[in-house]
């Protein structure tokens, strides 16, 4: 079994070279450009709340991202393991579930694989999915099967941004980059409205993949996940953003709204 290369902690992964050959993706609104991040409205956060003002309520995904440390000497039977149940439950119509991406972490925490679902319904799919699950035996065994690999597991349930494109299947093989972001109580409106804007300085090259907000887990946590050929194309990437007038400008009022630890360099990042 292949392991996978992308994703802050810093995180670079490597998608399961096996999953994505065998895998479907799905992308009803794949025409629906970056461009109407142009359209967000500025919100006074005391109105609604922050799920409702910010995220894609016309499609109604919902999201599970896992982060699974692993028994170093478990990381090719997990893969493979792993990868088997998943591309059952992605093409099984009866479970309402989508595996959107699975990789391993190649430059962050070593030995862990983080794994991405969607919900198209949000919650009434998930439980629908979970309940089945629970009654499904083979899925039960793989379960037991899989907790003698691990060291820990946690997750998180996320919505989308609704600036960001919806994740969709690309040509690869790709790093992908996961900058995970610890934001001050209060403040995820105004992250939202500086990257409503600045989403447009990231698509040259086509590396914006998706952008998500956390609702149970950890809160006030917010992830982008990039795409790039290789680390050359990331650094050629990023810094061509910084010659764009009004990039500099996004980073210093986001920074300004993270966490204090996050200042000092516990960002997450993986790849």
């Not at 599970?64 to 992605?90: D, G, M, R």
Request: with cysteine; hydrophobic share 35%.
């Amino acid at each position: 079994m292949a392991t996978c290369s992308a994703w802050p902690r810093w995180q670079l992964l490597r998608t399961f070279d096996n999953w994505k050959r065998s895998t479907r993706w799905f992308s009803e609104n794949g025409d629906i450009g970056w461009f109407r991040s142009l359209f967000v409205r500025k919100v006074d956060a005391r109105k609604d709340a922050h799920s409702n003002l910010l995220s894609k309520r016309e499609t109604s995904n919902l999201y599970n991202i896992q982060f699974h440390n692993v028994k170093p000497e478990c990381l090719e039977a997990y893969n493979s393991l792993e990868a088997e149940v998943q591309n059952k439950l992605h093409h099984d119509e009866d479970y309402p579930c989508e595996v959107v991406g699975s990789w391993n972490t190649w430059y962050g925490e070593q030995d862990q694989v983080v794994h991405l679902w969607r919900y198209r319904g949000g919650y009434p799919a998930l439980t629908e999915c979970l309940q089945k699950l629970n009654k499904n035996k083979e899925y039960l065994e793989f379960r037991k099967e899989r907790a003698k690999m691990l060291i820990s597991r946690r997750n998180q349930l996320l919505l989308e941004f609704s600036f960001w494109n919806e994740p969709l299947p690309r040509q690869g093989p790709n790093i992908y980059e996961l900058r995970t972001y610890h934001l001050k109580p209060g403040t995820m409106i105004e992250w939202g409205n500086h990257w409503a804007r600045a989403i447009k300085y990231r698509q040259e090259n086509n590396e914006a993949v998706g952008g998500f907000f956390s609702q149970i887990g950890d809160l006030y946590v917010v992830h982008h996940l990039w795409a790039y050929e290789n680390l050359l194309s990331r650094e050629e990437t990023r810094n061509s953003a910084w010659q764009k007038e009004g990039w500099d400008a996004t980073v210093h009022y986001t920074g300004e709204i993270l966490l204090p630890e996050q200042l000092m360099g516990s960002n997450e990042n993986k790849i």
